[in-house]
């Protein structure tokens, strides 16, 4: 079993900062890739919002590069979204996602709950 909890999500003024976290925790053997998606409305895609791999190489999409920064703290298993500058365009539900291991032979996918921020105007 792998569990995924996030937090740190809520409302803000635009402008403002808000961070994210998620923590990974049971059967781990190693955590590759992790990541925060958003969906901006029921129905609309998910989409990457950031990336870092294990190696700590990070991606992000255009609409927030330069406010957002992702980042990783490997003993704590943990990965987080530093959001500065927020604006109204940035709300969504904020899903983590994580490429990881259970043992040697098994690789998927895990997603946690989202976490909803909200940027007012």
């Known amino acids: 079993q792998v569990h995924l909890v996030e937090s740190g999500g809520g409302l803000v003024q635009a402008g403002g900062s808000l961070r994210l976290s998620c923590a990974v925790s049971?059967?781990?053997?190693?955590?590759?890739?992790m990541g925060w998606y958003r969906q901006q409305a029921p129905g609309k895609q998910r989409e990457l919002v950031a990336?870092?791999?294990?190696?700590?190489?990070?991606n992000y999409v255009d609409s927030v590069k330069g406010r957002f920064t992702i980042s990783r703290d490997d003993a704590k298993n943990t990965v987080y979204l530093q959001m500065n500058r927020l604006k109204p365009e940035d709300t969504a539900v904020y899903y983590c996602?994580?490429?990881?291991?259970?043992?040697?032979?098994?690789?998927?996918?895990?997603w946690g709950q989202g976490t909803l921020v909200t940027v007012s105007s």
């Open positions: 996602n994580v490429a990881l291991m259970t043992d040697v032979l098994r690789a998927r996918d895990y």
């Open positions: 049971g059967r781990i053997f190693r955590i590759n890739d």
């Open positions: 990336g870092i791999t294990s190696a700590g190489s990070r």
